[in-house]
């Protein structure tokens, strides 16, 4: 998805006006401006010792997508920024920073958006202590709310996804690597946290239970899409769009749809070379999978299960009937339609 | 501390009746038990895929010495468990649990009270996610209370023990290693669980909030006592009876009171070369260095540091007045003091 804050529109990106995304997203300016400024006070609540790396971690600032599902699905007006969804965004931003310091340990990734890694920077251990306090501090700024109802949807959530991890990481190892797997693993890793923005979000704005639940399920849907369509840019993304090598997936045995497909659609020679491959990180067969993902159709159904998750989400909001909420989520939900679209254009 | 559970009376504890520390723990049993029971039963809230690693985690029972406090500090007589302060107890132990895990991570153990511990049993990667599911599932637990309070407290005292162990893994690389750091160092790391836990307990009994906050105090006080006490045992304790090797402070570089005050002490070669020693790891003159502490007064120094704190502690209770909970609790400090007795007579 693109970054609500820097990204340029794609010279592929259709009419301008009412679609363009950057005219889109600039309506969340005013909200993201006291996001950051927020997430910059509450650097002061940290202990003096650790404000430094703490202040690292926060600036790190991602695309900011759970944010702006917040801010959506509560949406009262652009000029208009509740306190309360600004305090909901920090927090759902906070947990999602946290998991981000702790998943780079287990990747041993040195790089993110450009600047070294917390656990690059301060060492694993500094790291892992590290994303514990900004978890900590999460729930923290989430218990100054007058009722339990965000500390008790957000930490649920954040037990959930960190299963989710737990589960991608046991499937390095064993055998549980199939689709219906992958489904589990991701509504949880990454289509949780989408979830609860939405259903936090719109509850934040009043609407009553049912209709909070309907904008909940949209961002499980998105979510689930949003992660395919992640797991498909790794193999038909743009190198310098995405800024990362192609087939980073592979390389670290992750059972992504992609990955599943292929396997289940190789000759049996063929699949056990590439399980090889994955298992031992080499990627020198990189272009000749990506080519087989094309001809076998892997891309078509990966990209079939993408726009069906997006429809679900589509779908998932009518309850919530024709409010501006129901307007800018869909609207969201057909940039992340457009920018999958445009991998298609790649594979051909 | 003993452990309330399974330690037996040591054979030089005084006066039985009153004052035996086993019919004193005994008067926990039923509120222990039911702890065991809810956190067990905490399982089924974590996801199927899970649950067994979960257990693993909540089995490893510690010393319950939080839960003590907790009980202690709200007690309501000896056949009345409340509830609301198992539900306290299970958060703060859970909270304490899942630092252990990844504690164990940092300090590459491999055995916790006799079993492989998680990093050991499931590798690192696994245990950093099963500790922060433990965390996140303590602050679910928290936001079931009908107020918000224990999920402020929790999670603030949760962010302040990160940072203390932040400090503590920064002091292996740099300068700051004086007794100020380390006396704020365990004053998070360590005293802050512990205050939580008298703080709430005595909240949760209906205390208003002065004398909860003097309960909180008191467990401020103990909990630096206590830590002060673990790494005096670390060079003076009896090997059988504290189930690991002399000196492992020393040997992993932490500059505990009894190593920082040694160091001041010793003429300034000698001083360098237990620097050296600990920077390395290196045990081989650990005899030298106990004998060291007890001739240098570093042995009595400590030792009056622990005493000096559990005084505090009592006096901590005076708001409190002549009620059962200040009994207990002082008896409790009582059990801590005659176990750093024990360490004298190690001394000499």
């Given at each position: 998805m693109p970054d609500p804050t820097t990204d340029t529109p794609s010279p592929?990106?259709?009419?301008?006006?009412?679609?363009d995304p950057l005219a889109f997203f600039a309506r969340l300016k005013p909200h993201l401006a006291r996001l950051d400024t927020f997430l910059h006070e509450?650097?002061?609540?940290?202990?003096?010792?650790v404000r430094e790396l703490a202040a690292y971690c926060i600036d790190a600032?991602?695309?900011r997508i759970r944010p702006a599902l917040v801010f959506f699905s509560g949406w009262?007006?652009?000029d208009t920024v509740s306190e309360d969804h600004v305090r909901l965004a920090a927090v759902i931003e906070m947990v999602h920073l946290a998991t981000l310091v702790h998943d780079d340990i287990m990747d041993g990734a040195t790089l993110r958006r450009g600047r070294p890694t917390a656990t690059e920077k301060f060492g694993p251990d500094t790291a892992v202590l590290l994303g514990d306090a900004l978890f900590a501090h999460a729930l923290h700024v989430a218990a100054?709310?007058?009722?339990?109802a965000v500390c008790r949807g957000v930490s649920r959530s954040t037990r959930r996804v960190c299963t989710g991890e737990i589960m991608q990481t046991l499937a390095g190892e064993n055998t549980h690597r199939d689709t219906a797997y992958y489904r589990r693993v991701i509504e949880l890793k990454t289509a949780e946290l989408f979830h609860i923005s939405c259903q936090l979000g719109a509850a934040l704005a009043g609407h009553p239970a049912e209709l909070a639940d309907a904008a909940g399920r949209f961002g499980r849907h998105l979510g689930t899409a949003y992660q395919i369509y992640d797991d498909l840019a790794d193999f038909f993304g743009d190198e310098n769009r995405i800024g990362k090598t192609l087939g980073t997936d592979l390389a670290s045995n992750k059972a992504t749809l992609p990955l599943l497909l292929l396997q289940q659609r190789l000759p049996t020679a063929e699949a056990d070379a590439l399980r090889h491959e994955m298992a031992t990180g080499n990627t020198a067969n990189i272009r000749l999978r990506i080519r087989q993902m094309a001809d076998l159709r892997v891309f078509a159904d990966v990209m079939a299960a993408i726009e069906e998750e997006i429809h679900s989400a589509e779908t998932a909001l009518?309850?919530?009937?024709?409010?501006e909420s129901t307007r800018l989520l869909r609207q969201l939900a057909a940039v992340l339609k457009a920018q999958a679209a445009r991998l298609r254009s790649a594979s051909s």
């Open positions: 592929s990106s259709n009419s301008p006006g009412k679609d509450q650097l002061l609540e940290f202990e003096p010792e600032s991602g695309k009262q007006g652009d100054q709310f007058p009722t339990t009518a309850p919530l009937g024709d409010i």
